[in-house]
């Protein structure tokens, strides 16, 4: 066979490869990791409603919900004037909103190879580009209570 033959072969191989790792799915954020998100961020408060500009027991900004896909409650046009109120301040679309940023944004944030909750914590506390960012203690601390708890 020629050199040119097995040089192709290599080049597509390595084409392969890296196709394959970019095309592995997004692992999905468990109802637990959500739970826990929710418990550190608020103690998963649902009534608190908005309060600056974050809403919700996740305490989700109007970028974060419009980044997610703008996922609203009960059907509700995403261009209603209270669709991002409504939406983040109910437990469930709250939770949905997260999902999808998540789909959207999850990365490896803490350097260990995989993209689990300890990832998604950090990209929903420190934002999707300053996710290698530490949690500050209380925050980590709940978050590491309730997953020892409950995962």
């Known amino acids: 066979m020629s050199r040119q033959f097995y040089q ?15 095309a592995q799915d997004t692992p999905s954020v468990s109802k637990i990791c959500l739970g826990c998100i929710c418990e550190a961020a608020s103690g998963c408060n649902t009534t608190l409603g908005c309060n600056g500009d974050v809403c919700g027991p996740f305490r989700i900004t109007w970028a974060y919900w419009a980044d997610a896909g703008k996922p609203t409650l009960n059907n509700e046009a995403n261009t209603n004037e209270g ?3 409504n939406c983040v301040n109910d437990a469930f679309c709250a939770g949905r909103t997260v999902e999808g940023y998540m ?8 350097g260990d190879s995989v993209i689990n909750c300890d990832d998604f914590i950090r990209i929903h506390r420190n934002g999707r580009n300053a996710c290698t960012a530490p949690l ?11 997953m020892q708890t409950f995962g």
């Open 8 to 22: 192709i072969v290599g080049i597509l191989a390595c084409f392969l490869t890296f196709a394959g790792i970019y």
């Open 103 to 110: 789909n959207k944004f999850a990365r490896d944030c803490n």
């Open 136 to 146: 500050n203690n209380k925050y980590e601390n709940i978050y590491k209570l309730c």
């Open 83 to 85: 669709a991002y109120a």
